[in-house]
């Protein structure tokens, strides 16, 4: 038996590997050249698709036995990526209201996701309510949360279509009174209370966000409105920033 | 014919094993479990029973490969029916195909059956416009499970069940991820940019059999996309054989 499975003679064995190496390679190099026409031909799908099809945080808790948390650290990375995405195409955020009520659900004591959807949501979905509603999530779910009492205030300071002073102004007064509210929280909310559409209230919000925020896409945001606040104070041409605080809105291309 | 000999084999093997039985099964009873989720679908229940129905098609084909295929050379080696196989004039090469062939016509029996018990429940429900659908995703779900089979046969042919399951779970893996590996490349610097696009180009191309948010919807894809999808997974398919084929030529079984 054991001669009969030996190798057949050496060249024999070697030409027949040469063979279907020499196949594996063409067929390899076709199938490439047609998934590149596939890529090239076919419609591309809208990226991230498939975030339509996440269910409900609630549902999803249960399905992650015990790993929410690691699920929603996964549901953050590709919420940031839809956004970047979409960010650089069509500017078009169908889909982040329910990316980011999902990873809350997963981790409602997950602070970054309400801020950061919030105001994506806000500044760039154009959806104030849904970015009211999510904020709201978050203090529910939080509290004592300091950070998010102050995040909510200056996201009514520069609520799209208008900005709502007095609700800035309580939720600054909120957070100056919890234990991890911003020290300055009480200075925003004194500010907010006296002047309405102050460009140096708006600069200092920004740089606070900006020293602040573990965020580097928060972080461009908040210095890009600087820039364009100190042009405006440099210039004396304070007519367009203020019509931008009294709608701001943040597109990207 | 002799391929085609043992492909019957193959096929007649795979479809008295338990766990192709099991799996169909489990496959129905995900399919009826459907319904009663879509209490909590909150309207969106048919779409419910067509995205998870598609997707029990390519998970449990999935699976059926990963605890059948993986073994299939490796358990005759360790039978040693493989000598009885080998010492007849039988090419090494036609003994691969016929072992693919064989479990890939389990796999499309699989897909079929699922497939028609979910037009079936679509029917039922009031939507026959999806069963064209349907169709067209269950046959692509055929040509991705004809392709991760070939790898599997692969595998097995290089190395143990437990390694080669592990290959082949990776590759599906990796090959889920071939458009974002695309993406990526494109946003890169220019050396690392080619070596992405090549190592996408290498990996098995998955989403391209993916229509299941189409389907899901009721919408059918066009031609040019099933043509495309089986243009690749015969190629693709090929390619893995040949190379199975080199693998498996220099093997000694003494």
Known sequence: MSVLLALPAVPLVRMRMAVAWAAALAFGLAAVAVVRVATATLPARAPLAELAYYPSGQALRPASLGHAETAADLAWLRAVQYYGEHRQTDVRFVQLEHVFNVLTSLAPRFEGPYVFGAFALAQEGHDFPAAHRLMLKGIAANPRSGRLAFEFGFLNFVRPGGRDLKQAAEWFELAARLPDGPPNARRFAAFARQHAGDLAVALLLWDEVRRTSTNPLMRDMAEREMTRLQNAIRTGRGESAMRRLTTPVVILK | ?254
Not at chain 2, 211 to 237: E, I, K, P, Q
Request: hydrophobic share 55%.
């Open chain 2, 1 to 254: 014919m002799n391929a085609l000999l043992i492909a019957q084999n193959t096929f007649r093997e795979a479809v008295r094993d338990r766990v192709l039985a099991g799996i169909l099964i489990g496959g129905l009873v995900l399919m009826a479990l459907t319904r009663v989720g879509s209490v909590l679908a909150m309207g969106e229940d048919l779409r419910l029973t067509v995205d998870l129905g598609l997707s029990s098609i390519s998970l449990l084909g999935l699976l059926v490969i990963l605890l059948v295929g993986t073994s299939l050379v490796a358990k005759e080696i360790e039978r040693k029916t493989i000598f009885n196989l080998l010492s007849r004039p039988l090419p090494r090469p036609v003994y691969l195909i016929g072992k693919w062939a064989g479990l890939t016509g389990a796999l499309a029996l699989v897909a079929l059956v699922l497939g028609t018990a979910l037009a079936l429940l679509v029917t039922a429900l009031g939507s026959p416009q999806h069963i064209p659908a349907i169709a067209q995703a269950t046959y692509l779900a055929v040509l991705e499970l004809s392709l991760l089979t070939s790898l599997a046969v692969l595998f097995s042919a290089l190395s143990t069940p437990v390694l080669s399951a592990l290959y082949t779970l990776g590759m599906f893996l990796a090959g889920q991820w071939c458009d974002d590996l695309r993406r990526l490349a494109v946003k890169l610097p220019a050396g690392a940019r080619e070596v992405l696009a090549t190592i996408a180009d290498v990996l098995p191309n998955l989403p391209l059999f993916n229509m299941r948010s189409l389907a899901a919807a009721g919408d059918v894809t066009g031609l040019a996309h099933l043509g495309l999808a089986t243009g690749y997974a015969v190629l693709y398919c090929a390619c893995a054989l040949a190379l199975a084929s080199a693998a498996f030529e220099s093997r000694d079984f003494k």
